[in-house]
């Protein structure tokens, strides 16, 4: 069965930190990848999103993500976090066999000032 | 357009009543997908359509579930007879699969379902 797993479902990070959250995902074909954002008492956005070329990739607010299809990996990285990061990070992929989008359960991301 | 809207936000119920949710995606996407959402997880995949036609549905659908989107704009779930197991945030998402649109999903801000 499709299914995608993120390893970390509670992080605790001072400000400055760097920080990385991991995500694996089942074989499936070709796949598109992506990192949603959930802000709290806000809907789900886009971080960044992975379809094809290089396997780094970039997102906004200095989120970036790495594909590595051996690994069947999409983890995703910050140099440096701030106070204002602090929400629910979710990975996604997008099997295009099945047109189905599978999410992982989310990491919930915390910040200290 | 100002994106997905779901309505209502919030739905209180008694067990044992029906609630109908509504989900007017972004105008000139086509596929429209609903996922359920309780706390501590991710969202799960519920039922998708292309235009009018519901591609797939997950075995989370039980039979007191249907969705429905008859004129491959709005589309709404019903849940019958409604269990406390059904409360949750109910998410719409929309996306296109137009030249040059990238697939990702855009949501709605979620309705908010609590049953008593």
């Known amino acids: 069965a499709q299914s995608v797993s993120q390893h970390n479902h509670h992080v605790i990070l001072s400000e400055a930190a760097s920080l990385e959250l991991g995500c694996n995902y089942s074989?499936?074909?070709?796949?598109?990848l992506f990192w949603y954002v959930q802000y709290p008492g806000q809907h789900l956005q886009l971080l960044l999103k992975?379809?094809?070329?290089?396997?780094l990739v970039k997102g906004i607010k200095g989120f970036e993500a790495e594909f590595i299809k051996s690994k069947f990996s999409f983890n995703l990285r910050k140099p440096s976090v701030q106070w204002s990061d602090t929400a629910e990070y979710f990975c996604?992929?997008?099997?295009?066999?099945?047109?189905?989008?599978?999410f992982g359960t989310g990491t919930r991301l915390k910040v200290l000032a | 357009d100002t994106g997905v809207s779901q309505d209502p936000r919030h739905k209180i119920t008694k067990r044992g009543q029906n609630v109908t949710f509504r989900c007017d995606p972004i105008?000139?996407?086509?596929?429209l997908y609903w996922y359920r959402q309780t706390l501590g997880q991710g969202p799960e995949f519920l039922t998708y359509?292309?235009?009018?036609?519901?591609?797939?549905k997950s075995r989370l659908l039980s039979d007191r579930f249907s969705a429905e989107r008859p004129k491959g704009s709005f589309s709404t779930l019903e849940i019958q007879r409604t269990e406390q197991g059904d409360s949750a945030m109910y998410l719409c998402?929309?996306?296109?699969?137009?030249?040059?649109?990238?697939?990702?999903?855009?949501f709605g801000e979620g309705s908010r379902l609590t049953v008593l």
């Open positions: 996604a992929v997008f099997y295009s066999g099945t047109y189905k989008y599978i």
């Open positions: 105008s000139e996407h086509n596929r």
């Open positions: 998402a929309s996306s296109s699969t137009g030249t040059g649109h990238t697939g990702e999903l855009f």
């Open positions: 074989y499936g074909g070709t796949v598109n």
């Open positions: 359509f292309q235009n009018e036609a519901q591609l797939e």
């Open positions: 992975y379809f094809s070329g290089d396997p």
